[in-house]
């Protein structure tokens, strides 16, 4: 597999969180692109908390690039979406837990709503192989 770069040029202010200013896609990969994921469990139940509700969304990330022989390596970007102020301390163990260093490129929003008014987070990945 040709290997995907993640870096923070000298020329700009380091990132404020975990991720990379800047991901390099390299020629000739397969890119995917995964909808938009919440954290209903595999029970089918979506948990009231946020923190619950990150859990989920990453852990139903991880089985989607697992299905398609993927891991965290290949996520070039991630967009994430929430409807409530995120506890970041949580928030940075779950996502180093799942990315590690270097991390993929992101970009966050709060938004006032969602699909249903129970979902708190939504995050979609762009990876490549």
Request: zero cysteines; glycine letters at 6%; a negative charge.
């Amino acid at each position: 597999m040709k290997k995907i770069t993640r870096k923070n040029p000298s020329q700009v202010p380091s990132p404020v969180g975990n991720y990379s200013h800047l991901t390099i896609i390299p020629k000739d990969v397969t890119m995917y692109a995964l909808s938009g994921q919440i954290g209903v469990g595999i029970n089918g139940e979506l948990p009231s908390s946020l923190t619950e509700q990150v859990g989920n969304t990453l852990k139903n990330i991880q089985l989607i690039l697992e299905a398609e022989g993927l891991n965290a390596d290949n996520v070039v970007k991630a967009n994430i979406w929430a409807t409530e102020v995120i506890n970041w301390d949580d928030f940075d163990q779950q996502w180093e837990t799942m990315f590690g260093n270097p991390y993929p490129s992101m970009t966050i929003a709060y938004i006032t709503a969602l699909g249903l008014p129970e979902i708190k987070i939504e995050i979609d990945i762009w990876a490549a192989k």
